[in-house]
């Protein structure tokens, strides 16, 4: 039989433990603060029928994205705050890949969230999985 016996250096153990469970329980109770923000007024939906026209000219930020799926329902807040940031500097708009297929299809999405980056209508740059607002920033800061 192994007994597990407490010694004097198992304090720090318990310490970092308890840091960890801390701040466990605070990123989820951010994370579920920023699902539930509002949605940006600068953020464009997009469709088969008029994405087109909207990513013409400038500089857009297109979200690929489903209603199922876990990480595009993190991204959307993130990209939220983009919108917000850029306010008019760029195109910053969500397309859902369910409700929107022949668009997905012609950009080969085959993963979501990805995120597209169109100057004059052109995809210039590709963003697959979760990324950050920073990570989204310095993709479309060349083109800005």
């Known amino acids: ?49 008029n994405f087109d026209t909207v990513v013409s000219k400038g500089v857009s930020l297109v979200d690929f994205w489903a209603e199922w799926c876990g990480p595009c329902k993190m991204q959307g807040p993130i990209v939220d705050e983009v919108a ?36 004059d209508g052109k995809p210039v740059n590709k963003l697959v999985g979760l990324k950050s607002k920073g990570a989204i920033l310095k993709a479309l800061q060349p083109y800005l």
């Open 1 to 49: 039989m192994i007994m597990y016996e407490a010694g004097p250096g198992n304090w720090v153990v318990y310490i970092i433990s308890g840091i960890i469970i801390v701040y466990l329980f605070y990123s989820f109770f951010r994370a579920r603060k920023s699902l539930n923000r509002p949605p940006s007024e600068h953020v464009k939906i997009l469709t088969d029928k």
């Open 84 to 119: 917000d940031e850029l306010n008019g500097k760029a195109n910053i708009c969500k397309l859902n890949v369910d409700e929107n297929k022949r668009t997905a299809g012609k950009f080969g999405i085959q993963s979501i969230p990805t995120m597209l980056v169109f100057h």
